[in-house]
Structure formats: C-alpha cells, structure tokens
C-alpha cells in the first residue's frame, strides 16, 4: 500500500491482464456483525482486509466475541463466535469506528438495543455524517442515546434501554427516513431481529419517503437469510422480521469480491486500448449473479459503450465504442459506483448526467462537490446540484490540464481520478493522500500498476556518486518520500562479486567471461523488507561487508560484466517510477531519466562516514585504512575503460559534505523533482 504523501501517476496509455478483486466491503462488514450477533462460530472466507474490517473486527473483539484470528491474513479465513444475542451484564466501551458508516450505523443500533454503556467515536469527518434519523428510530423503542456534540451526529453515548414505552413489541410499525441513507435501514434490519426473538408478534418498519440504494438492502436482506432470519419485503416500503427469529450461524460463508471496486477496473477497459498480445480487461472475484446492486454498473457501462461479458465469478470487458457515450442516467441503483461513471465522463462525446445521487453528500465527503472541484481541474465543464452532477468532458486534448487531486480522504475519489492518467494530453496526475485507498482496496495503485503501460517509459530519479557519497541512504529515502521503486546497483555488482567468490572464480579480467555467465544463472530477489536473496539465501549483511564492496568494484570494471548487468537494472523500471543509485545511472543505464543528481564529497569526509557506519554496528575499523581504499575505489571507477565514474552532463550536483544533513539532501533532491512536475505552480498556488 502507498503511503506517500501524493502519488504521481505518469500518463498511462494501455491496459491488459488480470486482477482479483479484495471482498466487497459492504458484505464484509455486516457479515462480521451477523456472526456476531448469533449463536455458534462462523468462519468466513475472503474477509476484506481494510480500515473498515479492521475497526468492525477492534469493536467486536471488545464487545466480547472470539476473534481468530485477530488480524486478516489473504488466504487465511477468520472465525467469530458470536454472543447469542446477549451481551455481559454491565458491559461497556468505548469504540473507536474510524470513518466506517457500515460500522457506526449497524454497531449503533445493535448496541442501543442489546444494552450496556458504550461510546460510539470516530474521526473528524464520522462527526459531520449523519445519524439523526436512525437514533429518532430507534428511540421509537424506548433506546437510550444520546448526542454528545452536535445534534443529529456522533459521536454517541449509549445507555441501557426501556422498552415499556414501547408496551407490546410489535404494536406499531417502526419507521426510519429511506432518502437519506439506507444504512439507516440496514441498521434496523439487522438489529431488530434481537428484539424479535423474544417477541410475541412480528415487527414491522416502516420506510418514510423515497427509499434509496435499494440494491444495498437487497444485500442485507439476502445476507440476513444466511444467517437464519427471513424478512418480508413488502414493496420495499415496509419490512416484517417474524415474531421468534433468532440469529444463527450458518458455519461458513464466503465474502464475494466488491463490485464497487470492479467498476474501476470495468471503467479501465472501457477507457483504455489493450496491451500488446492482451485482449481487455478480465476480473476475477465477481460475475454477473452478484447479490451486490452495483454489479448493475455494467449496464451503465455497455450503455456507454464498454465491451462485457461475464459468468458466475468473473468478467470481461474491453474497449467498444470510442469515445465512449454521453449518458444521462438515474443512479439511485448504483449509488457508490455511479461515481466512476463521473470519471468515464471525461472520454465521452458529450455531455453526461448522473441524476438522484443525492446520498453523496453524506458519504466519506461531499462527493457531489468533490467530484465536481477536482474534474474541473482536469478542463472539464461540471454542473452540479442538490441531488445531480453535469459533466462535458474538455473539447479536445489541447483542453486537458494536468490536476493534483485532493482526495478529502475519500477512497473513491482516490481511485476514480486515477483513470484521468489515460487522458489524450498525455499528462499525468497527482493523487494527493493515496493511503486513503485503504478504506476499502488498500492495494488499489498496486492492482492498478499491473494491468496498465505507460505512455512513456516511466519515470526514473537518477542518483550517482563515489563510494559512500550517501547515495544509497538518499536514493532510499526519496524512493519512500514518492512510492517509486528502488534500484540499488551497487547491490547487483556487491551480490556478482560474492556468486563468483563462492562459486571459486577469481575476480580478475581474464574471467569476466565466466562470471558474466554465471551471473545469468543466479535468481536474485530484492524484499520489501529490505532483504536480499540470492537463490533463496537471505544474503543482505554478507553483501554490505568491506570486501564485498572492494570486490564489487573490482568486478564493475569489467565490460562482460556491466553488459550482464545492463538488462538486470532497466528491468527495475516500473510503475509509478524508480530512483536509481550507482555510478553510471545517468549516464549509461538511464540517460533518458528526467532528473540526475550526483552527489560528492570529499574522501576524508566520506571515509568519516564509512568509519562511523562500521563503528555503530560494533564492527573494527581503522581510518587510514578505509580512506586508502576509498581513494582506491574512486581510481578505479573514474579511470575504468567502461562506463567510468562521471556526472551525466545534464546533472544537478549536491556537495553531500560533513556539514549537510541526509534530510536536507533528500529534500533538495524532492525540491529538483517537484520543479519538473507540472503540478508545482498549481500547488503553490493553494
């Protein structure tokens, strides 16, 4: 997952292969409240894993059920035994719930009516999204919450209730706003249930007004069945839970893969030519059956011109119809994914409406009126009003303009925005706070990188210099600052020097042949742990020893080997860029890269640090010796007859002296990058 502050897509071009979609969260969450509620352990399988689940899973855990195991492993189902319908006397808590509506609403209502003490928080932006209308509904009953700011909003305290206001359960039907929220809905759906195992009659609730997001409840009420409790559905406009249900485990369950996050990906292939030797775009995880109501947006997406079609676990879908149709479109049936529709706008030949969307304005932000701000920065005409959004894409490709998204941490307007990479300008694009992807896809950019080419090759940061002139640390450093990929060349030459010692082949130049062969054998992975192996031996500390790294210069000045190496380091650029360290970056391996820096210091000044290094890791050390072999380091590199020691003639130089921090090269480094982006007039601006 990205953590970066922002994230700079280049301008993508193609797209072709396959991905397997994370578990929708929608029926994650109320799974994991169901199991909880009943009686028995439920396992379940393909939970997703995101901030969400994770707070859901926190609460239940502190409400006393059995978690196993306490965090979601890929591949590894969790169990939850649940409480039975009852929980400890005296229980209380406080639960922390994040920015997860399908955890606040459904929690509140379970808990207002099981009883106990709790404190229901969250952040900032939970404190602005409404529950006033489910709170009034359950009050209805004789539950005790009560606001503790703002009227109508959490955060909440929760008391123990009094049904004898409420005098025979199911006397009067309970009724709750529909044109809100249908979470408030859900909430009832799935708490009322509690009340009505010990019920004489049936409980009916009554929905007030327009009901929107229908497809949702239909989730509930299908997940609701699994879980042994069967609601009548009368006209989507009243619901009767029957007198004696209870909640009981149906033992196992699977979690199918979220549709909303399908639609990014069914938008990709719709937008998108297709890779080289690829034919679209194929989803695994989700078919056309779905239970989800937003496996509907393939209908809005044939509408404007995608090529699908799918079976019970999967789709397929391909660019059609380019540019892709203006639509104008009622969305209450697809309320989240009707928002990739917003970005599946800006490719097409007129002007889009997307109508009755007016639940996005309590949603994770005012999607309306972000959705509206950040494609206007792309060159897009938007209208916007109460409960609709206008979209006319830019005129033509001299109109697009390069945007920094502001994400308001809203995860979908993270992902729906990173399609406007695939724009005909050929401009890339900034998302600001990609981490907020985590809410529901936590590996989104990294699912998006594998499907997509770039227009160009992507983008590479170029940092050489002498031995020890802190290349590495600051190549690192920026790599993490960006979410680029890190290529540390000196490892290579380190690791080539050590599989020809073991291997019995003296380092001189007469056998550069055999090393050079020998290094086309070897299978060498760089972990995100920061571990190095080679043919699966974990050989990160044997390589960062004093004589491998004489024997790696030693090996460097070989034509052979540098040769065997060259496709080994251009194979290290990726998706959404790389930072390269060594001594020929710029010059030889990626003289195309936009930006080189080399840094220098003088040899007594890096021999300091070389001494210091080996020193805190408790290793001896002597200072006229690592200075003479620095100098020797530096002879060799410079004066080899391949690719010498040099700066590339358009490099930015950096005097990484004893005076200059590593923080303050990292930042001058991100400074020279930041000024080749067209995002930073933009920026500066705000």
């Known amino acids: 997952m990205f953590t970066t502050e922002f994230l700079d897509l280049p301008h993508l071009a193609r797209a072709g292969g396959s991905v397997q979609l994370p578990g929708s969260k929608s029926i994650s969450n109320r799974v994991l409240l169901l199991a909880a509620l009943s009686a028995g352990t439920t396992t379940i399988h393909d939970l997703l894993d995101s901030d969400d689940t994770r707070v859901m899973l926190d609460a239940l855990h502190a409400l006393g059920c059995t978690v196993t195991p306490r965090q979601v492993t890929p591949g590894q189902p969790v ?10 006397n005296n229980a209380r808590a406080q639960l922390f719930l994040g920015n997860a509506g399908t955890a606040m609403r459904p929690l509140t209502a379970a808990l207002a009516i099981l009883g106990g003490s709790f404190e229901m928080t969250g952040v900032p932006r939970m404190y602005e999204r409404p529950i006033g209308d489910l ?76 009901l929107i997001s ?37 033992g196992s369950i699977h979690v199918e893969a979220d549709a909303s996050s399908a639609s990014y990906f069914i938008a990709l292939g719709a937008i998108a030519a297709s890779a080289e030797g690829q034919n679209g775009i194929k989803i695994e995880g989700v078919g056309l059956d779905s239970i989800q109501g937003d496996i509907r947006f393939v ?47 800006l490719y097409a030949d007129g002007t889009t409406t997307l109508r009755n969307i007016a639940s996005w304005r309590v949603k994770e932000t005012d999607r309306i009126a972000a959705m509206a701000a950040e494609a206007r920065k792309l060159g897009a005409l938007v209208e916007e009003g109460a409960g609709f959004i206008r979209i006319t894409p830019p005129a033509a490709p001299e109109d697009w303009r390069a945007a920094s998204i502001h994400t308001y941490d809203d995860h979908r307007i993270a992902m729906c925005f990173s399609l406007a990479a695939f724009n005909p ?23 998006l990188f594998a499907l997509v080419q770039p227009g160009a090759p992507a983008p590479v940061i170029c940092i050489d210099g002498p031995t020890a002139s802190g290349k590495g640390t600051v190549a690192t450093l920026v790599a993490q600052r960006l979410g680029f990929a890190l290529l540390d060349s000196g490892a290579l030459y ?23 062969a020998l290094i086309a054998t070897l299978h060498i992975v760089f972990a995100p742990d920061q571990r190095v192996l080679l043919n699966g031996e974990d050989i990160s500390l044997a390589i960062r020893t004093e004589e491998a790294g004489m024997n790696a210069s030693r090996v460097s000045a070989f034509p052979a080997v540098r040769q065997a190496l060259l496709q080994w380091q251009r194979d290290f650029r990726r998706l959404p860029g790389l930072v390269a360290d060594g001594r020929d970056m710029g010059t ?5 890269a936009p930006l080189k820096v080399f840094l220098s210091a003088s040899a007594e000044c890096r021999a300091q640090r070389r001494f210091k290094q080996l020193i805190d890791k408790g290793l001896s050390a002597n200072m006229h010796d690592l200075l003479a072999d620095l100098q020797a380091r ?52 705000v």
């Open 79 to 88: 169990q939850i035994t649940g409480i039975d319908g009852a929980l400890p």
């Open 135 to 210: 709170v009034d509904a359950l009050r209805q009953l004789g539950c005790q919450i009560d606001y503790l700011r703002d009227e109508g909003f959490p955060p909440l305290r929760i008391g123990q209730p009094d049904f004898r206001q409420l005098g025979s359960t199911g006397a009067a039907p309970i009724q709750v706003r529909g044109d809100v929220s249908s979470q408030f809905l859900t909430s009832l759906l799935m708490a009322l249930p509690l009340l009505a195992s010990t019920s004489p009659q049936a409980i009916a609730i009554d929905v007030v007004g327009e």
């Open 214 to 250: 229908k497809p949702y409840i239909h989730i509930t009420l299908e997940l609701l069945a699994r879980f042994g409790i069967r609601v009548e559905n009368h006209g989507w406009q009243r619901f009767v839970i029957p007198a004696g249900s209870r909640y009981q485990s149906p």
């Open 299 to 345: 209908e809005a997406a044939r509408a404007m011109g995608a090529e699908i079609t799918g079976g019970p676990n999967w789709l397929h879908v391909a660019r059609g119809r380019w540019p892709l149709r203006a639509i104008d479109l009622d969305c209450n049936h697809i309320p989240d994914a009707a928002m990739t529709l917003a970005a599946m706008a």
């Open 425 to 447: 300008a050929g401009l890339p694009v900034r998302i600001q706070d990609p981490k907020c992807v985590a809410k529901t896809f936590p590996d989104y950019f990294e699912a």
């Open 494 to 516: 380190r690791i080539a020097g050590l599989a020809a010692s073991r291997a019995g082949i003296a380092l001189q130049a007469d056998q550069a042949d055999r090393i050079a």
């Open 588 to 592: 030889v391996i990626f003289p195309d």
């Open 634 to 685: 530096d002879a060799r590199d410079t004066q080899r007859s391949a690719s010498p020691l040099q700066p590339a003639e358009d490099a930015l130089h950096w005097d990484n002296n004893a005076e200059r921090t590593v923080e303050q090269a990292v930042q001058q480094v991100l400074s020279w990058w930041q000024q080749r982006q067209p995002f930073a007039a933009e920026e500066s601006a």
